[in-house]
């Protein structure tokens, strides 16, 4: 199993600040979720996790190395 199942408790976390008229945490889990999903891949070198993250909206995760717009 692994560290994935952390990906999964993001989402339900986003999707109940979602129902809950919670933008600033919706936005913040996304960017969180972003940066999980690009550690992950860099630890457990799964090629499963490298695909969702190859894409312009998180291509920029890897190059920073998981530094977010607040570092």
Do not use: Y
């Not at 199942?5 to 919670?22: G, H, M, P, R, T």
Request: charged residues 25%; neutral net charge; contains cysteine.
């Amino acid at each position: 199993m692994g560290h994935e199942w952390i990906i999964d408790v993001l989402a339900d976390l986003k999707s109940f600040a979602k129902k809950n008229d919670l933008p600033l945490l919706t936005a913040q889990l996304e960017d969180t979720a972003l940066v999980a999903t690009a550690e992950i891949a860099a630890v457990s070198k799964s090629p499963g996790l490298l695909t969702r993250g190859d894409c312009a909206g998180t291509r920029h995760i890897f190059a920073s190395a998981g530094t977010g717009r607040r570092a």
